[in-house]
Nanobody, 121 residues
């Protein structure tokens, strides 16, 4: 069982930056693919970024967001730059039990509780 705890969300203005963190329990963190997803009110949860043997980004965040991980700290990060109001959502961290990253939320085995990101115009 893996527990994921997100942090770093908040209220910012358009153009600002935020860094989200996701701390994972367990001793096999390095063998997991990790992903970030987000869900805006009234919308489905959508893929943002993932890291495993490869790294993937949604087109809407490519060039602005960067996913990274520190296996020694069991933590994955999402650096978000040039934030836009349409980035407003609850951001969720997810873990997949194999190191192959995917954009499909159905392929992830564990989820965090989410952290709110609000970008004002």
């Amino acid at each position: 069982q893996v527990q994921l705890v997100e942090s770093g969300g908040g209220l910012v203005q358009a153009g600002d930056s935020l860094r989200l963190s996701c701390a994972a329990s367990g001793r096999t963190f390095s063998s997991y693919a990790m992903g970030w997803f987000r869900q805006a009110p009234g919308k489905e949860r959508e893929f943002v970024a993932a890291i495993g043997w490869s790294t993937y980004y949604a087109d809407s965040v490519k060039g602005r967001f960067t996913i990274s991980r520190d296996n020694a700290k069991n933590t994955v990060y999402l650096q978000m730059n040039s934030l836009k109001p349409e980035d407003t959502a609850v951001y969720y961290c997810a873990a997949r039990s194999i190191p192959i990253a995917t954009m499909s939320r159905n392929e992830y085995d564990y989820w965090g509780q989410g952290t709110q990101v609000t970008v004002s115009s």
